[in-house]
C-alpha cells in the first residue's frame, strides 16, 4: 500500500549542515596566530590533535554530561555515610582527557616558553566542548604555586597532581596514581569578605606550617567536591590561615568532610557545587600562620586567568556557530552572511572574541615570564583587568550570537543555551566585577611598578593617535583620585579596551585593529551590529569563519 501523497506537508529545506566533528583549532585562524605569536607554536601538534576531540568526542560528551547532572548521595544502602556524588560517564571522559593531554600540568612539568600559552590554548578548546569539567582542571592546574609553599606537603602531593593520569575512585590519595584538587573558601555570613569566616582550626600537635590540625565550621560553597583534597580557610590564634584538607585521613578512613547538598544553578550543570562541613576534619596548613588569604591568592591568581580563558572560550564557540550557522542559512534569496546587517553583526562579534582571546594569551605570555619583574606586574593588573572586562562582555556578545540563529539558537539541541548559561559564572566566581575594580585600584596604588608596566604596554598609543588620545585621557583619569572608587568600573574598562587596542596593533592585522579602534575607542553605538562605514568587513569575517 503506497503512502497517501498527502500525508507528506513538507520538504525540509534550508536547513544548516551539522558541524559535528570540526576540528576546532583547524578553523580558528586568530587562536592559531596568536598562540604562535606568544611563543606556543612548538604545542601546534597538540593543539590540532585537541582541537579534533574539542569538536568530535568531547561536544557530544559535554551534551551528555549537562543533560545527566551530578548526582549526591548521602548514605549507601546500608545506612552508612558515604557523601558520595555521583556523575555520568561522559563527565569521566572528559576529565580523563583532559588531564591526560596535560591541562592541569602541562606549565608546571614543562616550563619552557610558551608553556603557559600552549595550555591556556587547550584550555580554550576544551571549554568550548564542555564547561563544567573546567572547573576541576582549573582549580588543580590552580593549586600548584600554592602547593609549593610549603615543601614537605609538595613533595607528597605534586606528583600526583601533576601526573596525567585521571582515577575518579573514592579512595585515599596513595592508592593513586593521579589526583584533583578543589578549593572551598566562602562562607554564608562572609562571601567575598573571607576574612569574616568562622571555620576554626584546631592544633593537634605543636601546630604552625605544615602540622596538623582539625578543622571546625562550613563552606557555602565548594565546587567539584568529589576531589582528592581541597585548599581551604580557617581562623586560627594567629588569624586565618591556609589549609589542605583531603577526603580520606592518613589510616584510609574518611575525613571529616560532610557534603550537605548540592547546589542548582543556574548553568554549569555537568560540575557538582556544593555546601560542605568540616566536623573535626584533619587538615595540614600551608604557608605562614595567619598569612591564609595571601598564601591562597597563589591559587586565585591562576584561577582568574582561567576566568579569562573561559569567557574568551565560551564567545567563539558562540562566534563559531553564528557564522556557520549564517553561512548557510539563506534569507530573501541570499545568505545571511552576505546580508549587509547581518554582516556588520558577525564582524562585530569577531572583533570582540579575538580582542578577548588577545588579551588572554598575552596574559599567559606573562605568566610564561614571571621572572621579569615588569611582566610580573603586568600580570599582576591584568588578572584583574581582564578578569572583569572579559567575563563582563561574555554574556552579552554570546546572547547576540544566539539571536542570529533566531528561534534555533533558544533551544537545547543547540549549544547557545548551555554556552550563555555558563557565561555568568566566570564573573561571580572568584571575585564578581566589584571585587576586580577594587583590586585593580589597589594595584595600581599600592604595589610599586605596576602603574609603570601598564605605562609601558601602553606606550605612546602604539603609533596610532586614536589610541594615544585614549591613553592620555586614561593617564589624566588615574591621576584624579577624587571619588577613584565611584570610578573604578570606568578605570578598568578603559585600561582593558586600551590593552586590547593595543595588542591588536602590534599583530599587525589592519582591518582587524582598525575596526577595533574605530568601534570600542570612537564612540560607536552601544550594541553590536553598530561598526562604523569604511571598515574592511569581509576581511574580519573571512578571519573567523569556521571553515574546517
Not at 309 to 334: D, F, K, P, Y
Request: proline share 5%.
Amino acid at each position: 500500500m503506497s503512502l497517501n501523497p498527502y500525508a507528506e506537508t513538507h520538504e525540509v529545506t534550508n536547513q544548516v549542515p551539522p558541524l559535528d566533528g570540526a576540528n576546532l583549532y583547524r578553523l580558528d585562524l586568530p587562536l592559531q596566530q596568536w598562540v604562535h605569536r606568544y611563543q606556543g607554536g612548538w604545542a601546534e601538534t597538540r593543539l590540532d590533535a585537541y582541537g579534533a576531540l574539542a569538536g568530535g568526542p568531547l561536544m557530544a560528551a559535554g551534551f551528555l554530561a549537562n543533560e545527566n547532572r551530578p548526582v549526591f548521595r548521602s548514605h549507601d544502602r546500608y545506612g552508612h555515610r558515604i557523601d558520595q556524588v555521583d556523575f555520568h560517564p561522559a563527565y569521566h571522559e572528559l576529565m580523563r582527557t583532559g588531564i591526560e593531554h596535560g591541562i592541569p600540568s602541562l606549565p608546571w612539568a614543562d616550563p619552557q616558553p610558551g608553556a603557559q600559552v600552549a595550555r591556556a590554548g587547550l584550555m580554550y578548546l576544551h571549554n568550548q566542548a564542555e564547561a563544567g569539567s573546567s572547573c576541576p582542571l582549573t582549580m588543580t592546574f590552580a593549586s600548584v604555586p600554592a602547593l609549593r609553599l610549603q615543601p614537605e606537603i609538595a613533595a607528597i602531593w605534586l606528583p600526583k597532581v601533576l601526573a596525567t593520569e585521571y582515577d575518579p575512585r573514592n579512595v585515599p590519595m596513595e592508592q593513586k596514581a593521579g589526583v584533583t584538587i578543589g578549593m572551598a573558601m566562602t562562607e554564608k555570613q562572609g562571601g567575598t569578605d573571607v576574612r569574616a569566616n568562622t571555620t576554626r582550626a584546631h592544633p593537634v600537635g605543636s601546630g604552625g606550617p605544615g602540622q596538623l590540625y582539625e578543622l571546625v565550621g562550613h563552606k557555602w560553597f565548594c565546587s567539584a567536591p568529589m576531589c582528592d583534597a581541597f585548599l581551604t580557610l580557617a581562623q586560627t590564634d594567629r588569624g586565618l590561615s591556609c589549609f589542605l584538607l583531603p577526603r580520606h585521613r592518613p589510616d584510609g578512613t574518611r575525613n571529616a568532610f560532610q557534603i550537605q547538598r548540592l547546589k542548582n544553578k543556574l548553568g554549569n550543570w555537568s560540575n557538582a557545587s556544593s555546601e560542605v562541613e568540616y566536623r573535626g576534619a584533619l587538615a595540614w596548613m600551608v604557608g605562614e600562620e595567619g598569612r591564609g588569604v595571601p598564601t591562597i591568592i597563589e591559587m586565585v591568581g591562576m584561577t582568574r586567568f582561567d576566568c579569562m580563558i573561559g569567557s574568551s572560550s565560551l564567545m567563539r564557540q558562540a562566534l563559531t556557530q553564528a557564522l556557520h550557522h549564517c553561512t548557510h542559512r539563506h534569507v530573501g534569496g541570499r545568505a545571511l552572511i552576505e546580508q549587509p546587517l547581518m554582516r556588520n553583526v558577525l564582524a562585530d562579534l569577531a572583533l570582540e572574541s579575538e580582542a578577548a582571546l588577545a588579551l588572554t594569551l598575552r596574559m599567559a605570555k606573562a605568566l610564561d615570564s614571571a621572572t621579569d619583574e615588569q611582566e610580573s606586574k603586568f600580570a599582576r593588573l591584568v588578572t584583574a583587568v581582564g578578569k572583569y572586562w572579559i567575563c563582563k562582555r561574555a554574556p552579552n556578545m554570546i546572547a547576540e550570537a544566539s539571536e542570529c540563529l533566531g528561534g534555533a539558537g533558544y533551544v537545547e539541541e543547540t549549544i547557545l543555551p548551555r554556552l550563555y548559561r555558563e557565561a555568568p559564572v566566570n564573573s561571580i566566581w572568584e571575585g564578581s566585577g566589584n571585587v576586580q575594580c577594587l583590586d585593580v585600584l589597589r594595584a595600581l596604588s599600592k604595589e610599586p611598578g605596576v602603574l609603570d608596566a601598564l605605562l609601558a604596554e601602553l606606550g605612546d598609543g602604539h603609533g596610532d593617535a586614536r589610541l594615544k588620545a585614549h591613553v592620555e585621557r586614561l593617564g589624566m583619569a588615574l591621576r584624579d583620585t577624587d571619588d577613584m572608587q565611584y570610578r573604578a568600573r570606568q578605570l578598568t574598562e578603559d585600561i582593558a579596551v586600551a590593552l586590547q587596542a593595543g595588542l591588536l596593533l602590534e599583530a599587525g592585522n589592519a582591518a582587524v585593529s582598525d575596526a577595533f579602534i574605530a568601534s570600542r575607542l570612537m564612540g560607536a553605538g552601544h550594541e553590536y551590529g553598530t561598526l562604523p562605514k569604511g571598515l574592511d568587513i569581509q576581511a574580519l569575517l573571512e578571519r573567523s569563519a569556521p571553515i574546517a
